[in-house]
């Protein structure tokens, strides 16, 4: 029964993430800006983000299999934390305060967050990293829209 506890726990915790959406969303800015060749719809978002927080979470509750939330597994658990944050910000730099310039030196620094807790991960279970590899690709992609939106409408 923990165990279940624990994977809510995670993935509940992956989902916060989330929570910025719900104030800053895309609206008339984004609406109004140039979109790269392979924006996709808006849709694809709303279907992709939710299971990437999931695989994140299940991937957190597979570390915590191993080992728990401290010792060998806190490094592990404090970057996930940090790329938590991150993706988090990203959503308040992009939609809250419309600056792509400095949303996308956030995500790079995300990416490096997400590389490296996927890298601690897999060394104490490689199935918990692996879970993790969807989730830096579609940030490696959301770099590449980033980027494009940046400048496409640098002013």
Do not use: C
Not at 80 to 98: D, Y
Not at 137 to 154: E, G, M, Q
């Amino acid at each position: 029964m923990r165990s279940v506890a624990i994977l809510a726990l995670t993935v509940a915790v992956s989902f916060s993430a989330s929570l910025p959406g719900v104030f800053f969303q895309p609206g008339e800015w984004y609406a109004g800006l140039r979109k790269p060749a392979l924006t996709p719809p808006g849709w694809v978002f709303g279907a992709v983000w939710p299971a990437l927080y999931a695989m994140m979470g299940v991937a957190a509750w597979q570390l915590w299999r191993h080992g728990g939330f401290s010792g060998r597994n806190a490094a592990a658990f404090g970057l996930f934390a940090l790329q938590l944050a991150l993706n988090a910000a990203w959503t308040v730099l992009f939609f809250g305060l419309h600056r792509p310039g400095l949303a996308l030196i956030e995500l790079t620094l995300l990416w490096l967050a997400i590389l490296a807790t996927l890298l601690l991960f897999w060394r104490r279970d490689a199935a918990a990293g692996a879970l993790l590899l969807p989730y830096l690709a579609w940030v490696s992609f959301a770099a590449y829209l980033n980027w494009s939106f940046w400048r496409l409408n640098a002013a």
